[in-house]
């Protein structure tokens, strides 16, 4: 896997790569497992940018609602 400054576009293609090559049924077990793992990995990690992205987005909207709220009075 790439470097932990990956975008999360980069990862995201990462992950459908995987589950391609997973879909595919021609890799052997152990081979399947690393893919796996690799792709579970990559899904907690894609998630967490999607969780600080969100959170990003509220502080920044709950902030400008104070601000509108406080030019309205």
Known sequence: MKNKST???DMF???EEIVEELND???PLD???TKYQDG???????YKILDDTEKQIKIIV???ERDYKT???
């Open 13 to 15: 293609k990462q992950l």
């Open 7 to 9: 975008n999360y576009e």
């Open 40 to 46: 579970m990995s990559l899904c907690k990690k894609l």
């Open 25 to 27: 049924n021609n890799l």
């Open 71 to 73: 030019v309205e009075e």
């Open 62 to 64: 709950d902030g400008e």
């Open 31 to 33: 081979l399947t497992m």
